[in-house]
Structures are given as structure tokens and as C-alpha cells.
């Protein structure tokens, strides 16, 4: 799915669609809890008109975040998510899992890029396609179902072997970030 609009619809349509590669190993290195994203944030993807909420906080050995629709696009609902944050090569990672009931059994991980300038964090998500064509290519282990807009890849790699990835022209390529890809978040104010 090429352009992933990360507003409070979108996330729910994206953990409900399995568009979004999964990981079975979380990134890991550095801080599991990024000091600098823990509060309060709002945001929109670029080109987006709606708003959303974005809480985060240090929980246990991670972070918890729960996205929250002032505009009801999600019936009141609050997407919560937990995880840890990791550094890999001087690029910041949030690997991300949904916590809920109705998740009908065990889900992997999500993992975006984010990065922190001028008091604002952007958030890149991952691009489907090019994650099952490194799988395809031998560049990640894992498995992929479904094809076109329905691709859903599955990764098995370690840690290590994903770091080593996103490492490469490739990997990085990997995170999309066309119009409307690109997540904004500026902290909110009291």
C-alpha cells in the first residue's frame, strides 16, 4: 500500500486490513523508552485535514501510545498501542504493537522511522510492497500473502538482521514517504 495516510482512520484501517508489515522481532538498541517523545502530541499526515491525539508515555520496559480522534472518525474509540523505541545506525525507531480485545490473537510488531527536529517528531511508516519485494529478493526472512494492496509481509528476522536492513539504501527506501506518508506530530499544549 504505497500511500499510507497515518490519520486516526487510517490506523484502524491499517491494523484491521493487515497492510502494514508485521515483525515478529522488535528493533532494539538504545533507550526502550525515547525521553524525548514521552507527553502529549498533536498531529495530521501531511496534506490530511484531520487531527488526532497522540499520548505518549514510559510503561514498563517501553512505551504505551494511545491515539485519540477528537472527530469520532474511530466511534469514540482510542487506539492503544505498546513497545519500545530503538536506535539503530543514528536513526530512531518506535516498534509498535495494538493492545485490545479485539485483536483476534497474538500480532507482531509495526516498526516506524521517527525523527525529532524543531520540536516536532515525523513518523514514517513502512511500505508493504517494498517490504515483500526485500523478502522476495533474500534482503529480509519472513513470508508474504496477497499482492498489490493486499500484500501482507511477515518478517522473521532478528533484531540484528533488521537493523542490518534498514542500514542500507534499501531498507530506508523502505519507509514510505510520498504525499500524505509522512506523519507530523508538534506537542500539545495545555
Do not use: H
Not at 497492510?19 to 528493533?27: Q, T
Not at 501510545?65 to 536513526?91: C, I, N, S
Not at 517494498?130 to 496477497?146: N, R, S, W
Request: proline residues 5%; charged residues 20%; aromatic residues 6%.
Amino acid at each position: 500500500m504505497r500511500a499510507v495516510k497515518l490519520t486516526i482512520s487510517a490506523l484502524l484501517a491499517l491494523l484491521v486490513t493487515a497492510c502494514i508489515p508485521e515483525f515478529a522481532n522488535p528493533l532494539t538498541g538504545g533507550n526502550p523508552a525515547d525521553p524525548a517523545i514521552i507527553g502529549a502530541w498533536t498531529g495530521k499526515a501531511s496534506g490530511d485535514k484531520d487531527d488526532m491525539l497522540v499520548d505518549i508515555t514510559a510503561a514498563g520496559d517501553g512505551v504505551s501510545v494511545v491515539v485519540r480522534d477528537p472527530e469520532g472518525a474511530t466511534g469514540g474509540k482510542d487506539l492503544t498501542f505498546k513497545g519500545t523505541t530503538a536506535e539503530a545506525g543514528g536513526v530512531r525507531y518506535a516498534n509498535l504493537t495494538p493492545v485490545g480485545e479485539d485483536l483476534g490473537g497474538e500480532v507482531g510488531f509495526m516498526i516506524f522511522r521517527y525523527e525529532l527536529k524543531d520540536g516536532k517528531i515525523s513518523v514514517w511508516a513502512l511500505d508493504a510492497t517494498a517490504i515483500a519485494a526485500a523478502i522476495d529478493k533474500g534482503l529480509l526472512k519472513g513470508t508474504t500473502t496477497g499482492s498489490g494492496t493486499d500484500t501482507s509481509p511477515k518478517i522473521t528476522a532478528s533484531s540484528d538482521e533488521i537493523a542490518a536492513f534498514f542500514a542500507t539504501p534499501d531498507g530506508q527506501a523502505a519507509f514510505a514517504s510520498g504525499t500524505g506518508d509522512i506523519l507530523v506530530l508538534t506537542r500539545a499544549t495545555p
